[in-house]
């Protein structure tokens, strides 16, 4: 069932805005190489003991989005949640799909089956050290 808006008129982001999304680990150095080396994000920035948290910011150079990690020191936020945590990625080019797959194993990430099996019929499923997972979907994105 669609979501229908309860304003008048939709909001608009800048073109210039950037998402990021953000989450912590125990692992921060072991997290974000992982992410560097199976998905191309590169570090943009890092900050150690601002207000108690150590963190690094990742970005990709061909899209508008972040990937930052932190760690709260003193704090042990264990694992995923669930299996079901996931950042999804379409990739339609399937010989690039295919390449990026095996990258993903290259930098540490294990294969897995998916939590929810719709994700599994056109890509493939792969876990960090957290227990957070990333889909990459082999087709192109539609509504």
Same mark, same amino acid.
């Given at each position: 069932?669609?979501?229908?808006?309860?304003?008048? $008129?939709?909001?608009?982001?800048?073109?210039?805005? !950037?998402?990021?999304? @953000?989450? =912590? /680990?125990?692992?921060?150095?072991? #997290?974000?190489?992982?992410?560097?080396?199976?998905?191309?994000?590169?570090?943009?920035?890092?900050?150690?003991?601002?207000?108690?948290?150590?963190?690094?910011?990742?970005?990709?150079?061909?899209?508008?989005? $972040?990937?930052?990690?932190?760690?709260?020191?003193? !704090?042990?936020?264990? @694992?995923? =949640? /669930?299996?079901?945590?996931?950042? #999804?990625?379409?990739?339609?080019?399937?010989?690039?799909?295919?390449?990026?797959?095996?990258?993903?194993?290259?930098?540490?990430?294990?294969?897995?089956?998916?939590?929810?099996?719709?994700?599994?019929?056109?890509?493939?499923?792969?876990?960090?050290?957290?227990?957070?997972?990333?889909?990459?979907?082999?087709?192109?994105?539609?509504?």
């Amino acid at each position: 069932m669609p979501i229908k808006p309860t304003f008048s $008129h939709p909001p608009v982001l800048a073109p210039s805005a !950037v998402m990021r999304i @953000a989450r =912590p /680990t125990d692992n921060l150095a072991m #997290v974000s190489e992982m992410y560097c080396c199976g998905l191309g994000f590169s570090p943009l920035g890092h900050f150690t003991d601002h207000q108690g948290f150590d963190g690094v910011i990742l970005g990709h150079p061909h899209h508008a989005y $972040h990937l930052e990690f932190t760690h709260h020191r003193g !704090v042990e936020v264990g @694992a995923a =949640p /669930t299996q079901d945590n996931l950042l #999804v990625f379409y990739i339609p080019d399937e010989k690039l799909w295919t390449s990026q797959c095996q990258q993903m194993l290259v930098a540490g990430f294990n294969a897995v089956a998916s939590y929810n099996p719709y994700w599994d019929v056109s890509g493939k499923t792969f876990e960090d050290t957290d227990g957070y997972r990333v889909v990459l979907q082999q087709r192109e994105w539609t509504l």
